[in-house]
């Protein structure tokens, strides 16, 4: 079985190079919309850090886990970490709902993405992450 670059990456592969192996091993329209978050996630938030996590997951951060992009035969997800904590005037989430923590967009072929409203959604996240201090971790012993 052949492997994808995306996921037969050796050591010193950066996470971005990763996510571009992966939207060009798609090649088809999840590809595209992959390619198309990941801009917008950009656009919304130019200092975000991106990472490769769980075997194969494109994850955005900034002050911690913004968002995922993750890939499936029938749908590209979004999901937001805090989505549960954030406004979602648009109402652009429509998955993951009945969570107490994450909400997910799940988009489909042919699906149209509001920028605006996702790149609303993308600082909003950013801004939960950042505007609450990092919980100190219990020293042993203590």
């Not at 592969?13 to 996630?41: Q, Y």
């Not at 200092?47 to 911690?64: D, N, Q, T, Y």
């Not at 909400?103 to 509001?114: L, P, S, Y």
């Amino acid at each position: 079985m052949k492997k994808s670059g995306a996921t037969q990456a050796g050591e010193g592969t950066s996470p971005s190079e990763l996510i571009d192996a992966r939207i060009e091993d798609l090649g088809d329209w999840r590809g595209a919309t992959l390619a198309r978050v990941r801009a917008l996630v950009k656009q919304a938030d130019p200092e975000i850090v991106e990472e490769w996590k769980w075997r194969g997951v494109p994850v955005w951060s900034h002050a911690g886990i913004v968002c995922t992009g993750e890939t499936y035969r029938q749908v590209v997800k979004m999901t937001f970490a805090k989505g549960a904590s954030l406004d979602d005037p648009s109402g652009l989430f429509n998955s993951s709902l009945e969570g107490n923590t994450r909400r997910a967009i799940d988009f489909h072929e042919g699906d149209e993405i509001d920028e605006e409203a996702l790149k609303a959604l993308v600082r909003a996240a950013v801004a939960l992450n950042t505007s609450r201090p990092a919980r100190a971790r219990k020293s042993p012993g203590a």
